[in-house]
């Protein structure tokens, strides 16, 4: 059975970071695309970062590009969300997900796992 298990959200200030940890199980991971996903109340699904099998390739959306890394640990079946410089526009509930090619529609993912509430608040 394939699961995705997000943990590290919680409460935190702008300006501040949160790491976000996905572990894997039931396949192997390796050989997968892994994704971050979000979804804000009242707007659209985003994806906002992803990392090839062999971690040499990585995308990011835009609205991240320079405040947010994803890692993957291959041996521990476990992708990472390194999020700094945060903002109120990045509070979501954030999604781990994976699927066997790039794609950047959410649609395409194989599996996903449960979610992660982020939210930057004062």
């Known amino acids: 059975q394939v699961q995705l298990v997000e943990s590290g959200g919680g409460l935190v200030q702008p300006g501040g970071s949160l790491r976000l940890s996905c572990a894997a199980s039931g396949f192997t991971s390796s050989y997968y695309w892994m994704y971050w996903v979000r979804q804000a109340p009242g707007k659209e699904r985003e994806t906002v970062a992803a990392?090839?099998?062999?971690?040499?390739?990585?995308y990011y959306a835009d609205s991240v590009k320079g405040r947010f890394t994803i890692s993957r640990d291959n041996a521990k079946n476990t992708v990472y969300l390194q999020m700094n410089s945060l903002k109120p526009e990045d509070t979501a509930v954030y999604y781990c997900a994976t699927g066997a090619k790039f794609s950047r529609a959410g649609s395409d993912y194989d599996y996903w796992g449960q979610g992660t509430q982020v939210t930057v608040s004062s």
């Open positions: 990392i090839s099998w062999s971690g040499l390739s990585t």
